[in-house]
């Protein structure tokens, strides 16, 4: 049996007065102080575009993923649209490279023609794009390779002048990715000369030379031919750099900014947010997400538990849109909550 004595009051602001317990004892009571909400407004898919038709190629370091032509990848669009993601974030993929890129800007490249049919498909959804040139360069570098280093100046023309035919395709907003000085403020100006100063610019502001890129550059066969990209992606030792990078981005008429990765990153996030009030975007990235798949596959970890937990944590750091390949599949988590 179990005596219960009175004691004198505790002191204000202590045990038993105050039992934080009592605020998680019911479904209902822990959805009504939730301090950080998710929803699928903030999810954008990304997605992996090649050429032809009826092409759907399953990607093995991103199970579940997989690179589709034009017309599949409208389909994709659809769904994901109907799910209530509001954007999807477009790659392309293709063997035509050379030294000047010049499949990334062309009329009827592979992310020109992938954006042209989604917003046929599904003119209210949100379409983005990456803008770099590491998929079609004959090197895999993102700009342009000048004496076996990466030229940052005349890198931007090419940089702009892919972003701009994006642009023309019908890309509601462009995501220069490839880290080079100024870039932010050559798209801003070349987009504004033909009459585009409707799109706006994503920008990865805050892009690090990653480890867990391994699975994307699988994915588009954008690994680096020599060398890696450590001499323009940041190191992931840095975090206030990260913060004067977006702050430059915002200068140069970025609408928004970005982190990448997010995950492995959620400090930087919150510097960054605390830093601007541009909407921020974080790229929960492939490595995140294929680690976390594979030890569902083992059975090692609850993959709908595991996952939202860590899209939560990236939203709870700042994040006002989070790019995962979690995107779909979250929707539907979401939709279907147990309300727990």
């Known amino acids: 049996m179990i005596e219960r004595t009175v004691s004198a009051p505790a002191p204000s602001g202590a045990f038993p007065q105050v039992r934080p317990r009592r605020l998680r004892a019911g479904a209902a009571i822990r959805r009504m102080v939730r301090e950080t909400r998710l929803s699928t407004d903030s999810l954008v898919a990304p997605h992996f575009a090649v050429a032809g038709r009826d092409v759907v190629e399953p990607i093995a370091a991103l199970p579940g993923r997989a690179r589709l032509s034009p017309d599949r990848l409208a389909e994709a669009a659809r769904r994901a649209y109907d799910a209530g993601i509001p954007a999807v974030l477009l790659f392309g993929v293709t063997d035509e490279k050379d030294e000047a890129a010049s499949a990334a800007y062309a009329p009827g490249g592979v992310v ?5 049919a989604v917003k046929d498909a599904v003119p209210e959804l949100v379409v983005i794009t990456d803008v770099c040139l590491c998929g079609y360069t004959d090197h895999g570098h993102c700009g342009v390779v000048v004496d076996g280093q990466v030229h940052n100046d005349l890198s931007l023309e090419l940089i702009a002048r892919t972003a701009l035919s994006h642009a ?3 890309a509601d907003l462009v995501a220069p990715s490839d880290m080079m000085d100024g870039r932010v403020g050559a798209i801003r100006a070349a987009l504004d000369a033909e009459g585009h100063e409707g799109v706006g610019i994503l920008s990865y502001a805050a892009k690090y030379a990653s480890a867990f890129y391994g699975p994307f550059r699988e994915a588009a066969g954008s690994a680096p031919g ?6 323009y992606q940041m190191d992931p030792a840095n975090a206030r750099e990260a913060v004067r990078e977006a702050l430059l981005d915002a200068g140069e008429g970025a609408d928004m900014v970005m982190v990448k990765p997010a995950a492995t990153y959620l400090d930087v996030i919150a ?8 909407p921020l975007a974080a790229y929960h990235v492939s490595g995140e997400y294929a680690m976390l798949a594979a030890a569902a596959e083992r059975g090692w970890v609850d ?6 937990e860590t899209l939560t944590a990236i939203a709870r750091a700042g994040a006002d849109l989070i790019i995962t390949y979690y995107a779909e599949a979250a929707a539907g988590w979401l939709a279907g909550e147990d309300r727990s």
């Open 112 to 116: 020109q023609t992938a954006v042209a």
């Open 271 to 278: 510097r960054v947010r605390a830093a601007t009030d541009l």
């Open 226 to 231: 020599f060398g890696d990209r450590r001499g």
């Open 168 to 170: 023309e395709a019908g």
């Open 303 to 308: 993959e709908r538990r595991a996952a939202l």
